[in-house]
């Protein structure tokens, strides 16, 4: 797990002021990671996923610990974003601590289209489709479709067709 700087949260239940989410082959060596940078320099402490949190098929204990540690929750949507689980089990998880911790949640659609998201449609149709098929059974799929249309209608950022946002 990497992260900077000093906690601001007034809180000691708090742990970080962001939590990113986002998916790491699309957005790790640039959008995400620049975005990263930017945050943890004027002090924003930051978690961003180290790739040895993801052993196993379900989300690990100190990810759900971070997002619930987490005062906002920055979601990167990306072309293939859905095609992770663990990005969808993060995006259900985020979207129960605003529910139960009013937690801010900020989406940020990185070169995709919010109603893509919202709708399921193109890449995020596909990947959800490729889910269902898998044993990830149809009850999971729903969820993660709830989460993604919920996610999709908070306020955010459409940063398409724009380098590296």
């Known amino acids: 797990m990497n992260t900077q700087g000093e906690s601001s949260s007034s809180s000691s239940s708090l742990s970080y002021d962001v ?3 986002f998916r790491g082959e699309d ?5 995400t990671g620049h975005l990263y940078t930017q945050l943890c320099q004027v002090g924003v402490n930051t ?7 993801r052993k196993g098929d379900v989300i690990s204990t100190k990810l ?3 997002i619930e540690q987490s005062r906002v929750a920055i979601v990167v949507f990306s072309k293939n974003y859905a095609s992770s689980s663990w990005c969808l089990d993060e995006l259900v998880k985020i979207l129960d601590c605003r529910e139960r911790l009013k937690q801010v949640v900020l989406p940020i659609f ?4 919010p109603s893509q998201v919202r709708r399921q449609t193109g890449s995020f149709g596909e990947a959800l489709a490729k889910h269902k098929e898998r044993l990830f059974g149809a009850e999971t799929v729903e969820k993660w479709k709830v989460a993604l249309t919920e996610a999709a209608n908070l306020s955010g950022w ?3 067709n724009m380098a590296d946002g």
């Open 19 to 21: 939590f990113l989410s």
């Open 27 to 31: 957005t790790r060596k640039t959008f």
């Open 47 to 53: 978690f961003i996923d180290d790739e040895e949190l």
């Open 64 to 66: 759900e610990k971070a």
């Open 110 to 113: 990185y070169d995709v289209d």
């Open 158 to 160: 459409d940063l398409r």
